[in-house]
């Protein structure tokens, strides 16, 4: 298939691997304790975290549940507008749950920092935030991110659920875009 937009690759299939299953590895040991409640509820922001959550989720060894939120942080391409739009809602009330908020990619912080105040309110027994990358960014909102993958530098990627302009989440691989 050509690619003629997709540069370095920046993280292997091997690397992601090895990286998904240390991040679930952590969080089946910190949520082991609380399993005599109601099952961690693992809330996928999509579309770009479908194929880590899918990934993550195989290797947690807790019992769970899952939710999703449909964010629009972004217009087409590259380019974060700062506005943020919930394209879909959860589906159930989050009250007393403990929510792991499960996202592809950390860029401003903006659109998380959206999201995690809208989710505090609902009155969750705790929340915290699992992401793959985290991007090194200037005037970043700063987050409590619990469980981090990688920390990049601020170049745009591809691949292993995130797009550019909707092509290239299937990607098995994370690679740099040319501009
Ligand atoms: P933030 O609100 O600026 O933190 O942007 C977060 C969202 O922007 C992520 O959920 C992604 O959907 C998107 N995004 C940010 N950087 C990239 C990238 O390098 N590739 C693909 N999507 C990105
Ligand atoms: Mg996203």
Known sequence: MERPEIGE???????????VGDLA????????EGA??????????????????????????VPL??????????GSAT???????????LDKDI????????????????????LLR????????SLEICALLNKQVANKVELPVKYEGFS???VFVVGYGLDCAESYRNLPYIASVKK
Do not use: W
Request: glycine fraction near 8%; charged fraction near 25%.
């Open 9 to 19: 690759v920046v993280y292997t299939e091997e690397q992601i691997r090895s990286k």
């Open 25 to 32: 590895r952590r969080i089946t040991e910190d949520y082991r």
């Open 36 to 61: 005599e409640g109601s099952p961690l509820l693992l809330i996928g922001i999509l579309k770009g975290a479908f194929i880590f959550l899918a990934d993550l989720a195989r290797l947690i060894d």
């Open 65 to 74: 549940e899952f939710d999703f939120m449909a964010i629009s942080s972004y």
């Open 79 to 89: 380019k974060t507008s700062g506005v943020v739009r919930i394209l879909k809602d």
């Open 95 to 114: 009250t007393g749950r403990h929510v792991l908020l499960v996202e592809d990619i950390i860029d401003t912080g903006l659109t998380l920092n959206y």
């Open 118 to 125: 809208s989710l505090t309110a609902r009155g969750p027994a």
């Open 152 to 154: 990049i530098p601020d």
